[in-house]
C-alpha cells in the first residue's frame, strides 16, 4: 500500500508509526482531522495479517471518527491507535505505557480510549504517560457497561428512525432483525429489540454468545455464513467491517441495513450503489453508532450520565435529516451523511 496516496485519498492530517523493541510495541496513530478540535478515537489490539492491515484501518477508522463527530456537531476530530498484537496474549503494561509516551509527545492532538481488544486496565496503564486518554477507572464510561450500552441505544433509534422513514412507523413490535455479531454492543442491542418486541435472528462465531442469546432472548440462531440470507425487515451489522460487498449483498433479503460495525460498505460507491438498486435502505454507520464518542465528548465536557443519554438521543433526527437530504438531493445515503459532516468540517 502506498501510504502517502492513502493519505491523500482520505485527507488523512498525520501518521505516527510507534515501535519499541524492548517493549514489543507495534504501533501506529491515526490523526484524520483536528479543524473542530483534538482528534478522538479509541486504542484498538489485533493480530493484522500485515502491516498494510494495521495501517488501513487506523486510517479509515481515524476518518470515520471525524466525520461521525462533524455529523453531530462535536468540538472534535477523528483519530485512532491500533497495536499490532494478540490482546489475549501479547499485552504488558510497558507496551501500554510506552504507547502513553507517544500520545503524549502529540501535545494534545490526539486523545485515546478503550476500542476493540483493549479495556480499562489498559487505559490505566496509558494514564501513566499520558492525561491524554479516557476511560480509566473511576470515569464514568469505565463504569460497567455504559459505553457500550449508549452505543447499542443510538443503533436502537437509528432503527427505529429507519423504520419511521421507510415503512411509515418506527414501531418494531413484530419486525424481524437479523442481528450479526453479539460482542457488548451486539448483545445489548438484542435486549433492546426484544423489549421493544422485534423478533430476533442471530448470528455469531462464538458459539457460547449464541446460546446466552437465545437463551435470554429465545432468538433464532443462524449460521453466521447463513445471516445474510435471512428473510428479515432490519439486516444489523454489529461486528467487522466490510461485510456488505459482492459475496452478501445479493443473499440480502431485508429492507434496511442499520448495525453497528464500522466501515460496512466493502467499496461505499459501489457497494452503496447496489443496496440502492435492490431497493436496500442503508443507514449510515457512522451516524448510528455514534453513540459512544456522543458519550465521550460530554464526559470531557463535564457533562452528567442523564445528559449524555439525552445527547445519543440526537441519533434519530440526525439519521432522518441525512434520509431527507439523501431524497431531495438524488444521493446515496452515505453521501449525505458525508455532505452533513462536511459542511459542519467547513464550518467549525
Known amino acids: 500500500m502506498d501510504v502517502w496516496k492513502e493519505m491523500k485519498r482520505l485527507h488523512v492530517e498525520q501518521v ?31 493480530m493484522y495479517d500485515s502491516e498494510d492491515d494495521a495501517v488501513l484501518d487506523a486510517v479509515r477508522l481515524a476518518r470515520g471518527m471525524t466525520y461521525k463527530a462533524a455529523v453531530f456537531g462535536l468540538p472534535y476530530g477523528g483519530g485512532k491507535a491500533v497495536i499490532v498484537g494478540n490482546p489475549q496474549t501479547d499485552k504488558s503494561a510497558a507496551k501500554f505505557r510506552t504507547l502513553g509516551r507517544f500520545i503524549e509527545r502529540l501535545q494534545g492532538r ?31 464510561m469505565a463504569a460497567g457497561d455504559f459505553t457500550a450500552e449508549m452505543t ?32 457488548k454492543v451486539g448483545f445489548l442491542l438484542c435486549g433492546m429489540l426484544r423489549d421493544a418486541g422485534a423478533n430476533l435472528v442471530i448470528a455469531d462465531i462464538d458459539s457460547s454468545r449464541v446460546e446466552r442469546a437465545v437463551k435470554a432472548y429465545h432468538a433464532k440462531a ?31 433479503r431485508c429492507k434496511i441495513v442499520a448495525g453497528a460495525a464500522n466501515n460496512q460498505l466493502l467499496e461505499e460507491i459501489r457497494h452503496g450503489e447496489e443496496l440502492e438498486k435492490r431497493g436496500i435502505l442503508y443507514a449510515p454507520d457512522y451516524v448510528l453508532n455514534a453513540g459512544g464518542l456522543i458519550i465521550t465528548a460530554c464526559e470531557l465536557q463535564g457533562l452528567a450520565q442523564a445528559d449524555m443519554k439525552r445527547s445519543v438521543e440526537r441519533v434519530y433526527g440526525t439519521l432522518l435529516q441525512v434520509f431527507e437530504i439523501a431524497q431531495q438531493e438524488g444521493l446515496q445515503t452515505w453521501q449525505a451523511a458525508n455532505r452533513l459532516a462536511e459542511q459542519n468540517l467547513l464550518h467549525p
Not at 517493549?23 to 489490539?45: E, K, N
Not at 445474510?228 to 449483498?249: H, K, M, Q, R, W
Open 16 to 46: 505516527v508509526f510507534c515501535q519499541e523493541e524492548q517493549d514489543g510495541l507495534q504501533a501506529v496513530i491515526a490523526i484524520h482531522s483536528t479543524t473542530r478540535g483534538p482528534a478522538l478515537g479509541g486504542c484498538r489490539m489485533w
Open 110 to 140: 490526539y486523545v485515546t480510549g478503550v476500542d476493540l481488544g483493549t479495556t480499562v486496565r489498559d487505559m490505566d496503564w496509558i494514564r501513566l504517560e499520558t492525561a491524554h486518554v479516557t476511560d480509566t477507572t473511576g470515569t464514568i
Open 152 to 183: 447499542a441505544y443510538g443503533v436502537f433509534l437509528g432503527m427505529k428512525a429507519s423504520a419511521y422513514f421507510l415503512l411509515g412507523s418506527g414501531d418494531l413490535n413484530g419486525r424481524t432483525v437479523a442481528v450479526q455479531g453479539l460482542g
Open 222 to 252: 443462524a449460521a453466521p455464513d447463513d445471516i445474510y440470507g435471512e428473510s428479515c425487515d432490519i439486516f444489523a451489522p454489529c461486528a467487522l467491517g466490510g461485510v456488505l460487498n459482492d459475496v452478501t449483498i445479493p443473499q440480502l
